[in-house]
C-alpha cells in the first residue's frame, strides 16, 4: 500500500491554468501505473488521465489537447497540468495508483482528494 498526498487545487477562473501534483510514499515498487480522476457533486468519478510505468498516457476525450500528465519518478510524484479550463471541470480530483500483483489482478490506492473550482 502506498499513501497518496495531492496537493495543488484551488480556485481559478475560466481559460486559466492550475497544476496539481501528487506524491507517493510506501510500497511504490508494485505500482504499475498512476492518474487522476474526478468527481463533480451527483456524478460518478472519471478518469482524467493515466501514465503507466511504460511511459504511456490515456487521457479523456474531454481534456484531450488541455490537460497533460506527467511524472518525476525521482521524487515519486505525479502531476496533471490543466489549461484552457472550463467550468465543467469544477470537481474533486483524486490521484490513483495501481498495483500489479505477483499472482495476477490488481488493486488501486487513492489519495484524499483536492478540489478545483472554475469560476465562469
Known amino acids: 500500500q502506498v499513501e497518496l498526498v495531492e496537493s495543488g487545487g484551488g480556485l481559478v477562473q475560466a481559460g486559466g491554468s492550475l497544476s496539481l501534483s501528487c506524491a507517493a510514499s510506501?510500497?511504490?515498487?508494485?505500482?504499475?501505473?498512476m492518474g487522476w480522476y474526478r468527481q463533480a457533486p451527483g456524478q460518478s468519478r472519471e478518469l482524467v488521465a493515466t501514465l503507466n510505468r511504460g511511459g504511456a498516457t490515456s487521457y479523456a476525450d474531454s481534456v484531450k489537447g488541455r490537460f497533460t500528465i506527467f511524472t518525476n519518478e525521482a521524487k515519486n510524484t505525479v502531476y496533471l497540468q490543466m489549461s484552457s479550463l472550463k467550468p465543467e471541470a469544477t470537481a474533486v480530483y483524486y490521484c490513483?495508483?495501481?498495483?500489479?500483483?505477483?499472482?495476477?489482478?490488481?488493486?488501486?490506492?487513492w489519495g484524499q482528494g483536492t478540489q478545483v473550482t472554475v469560476s465562469s
Open positions: 510506501g510500497s511504490i515498487f508494485s505500482i504499475v501505473a
Open positions: 490513483n495508483a495501481r498495483h500489479a500483483l505477483p499472482t495476477g489482478g490488481s488493486f488501486d490506492d
